[in-house]
């Protein structure tokens, strides 16, 4: 499976860097990881694929299923 992601064009790994940890703060979610995804989803201007409840209601990205 790994092998098929990583030679995927469909994926790129993005780094947790010091830029997506300055937007923690920013993301009203409750959960540390939903709030990793968000604020790199916010870093990369990107819409999630996403079944989570709290991140969808939230508004904070646009959720895309």
Do not use: Y
């Not at 064009?9 to 010091?18: H, K, Y």
């Not at 709030?35 to 508004?59: F, M, P, W, Y």
């Amino acid at each position: 499976l790994l092998n098929k992601i990583e030679m995927s064009d469909n994926f790129i790994p993005v780094p947790f860097d010091f830029e997506i940890l300055k937007l923690l703060p920013m993301v009203n979610l409750s959960e540390i990881h939903d709030r990793i995804i968000v604020a790199t989803a916010k870093h990369l201007n990107a819409k999630l694929i996403t079944k989570d409840k709290e991140i969808t209601q939230s508004g904070e990205v646009e959720v895309v299923w």
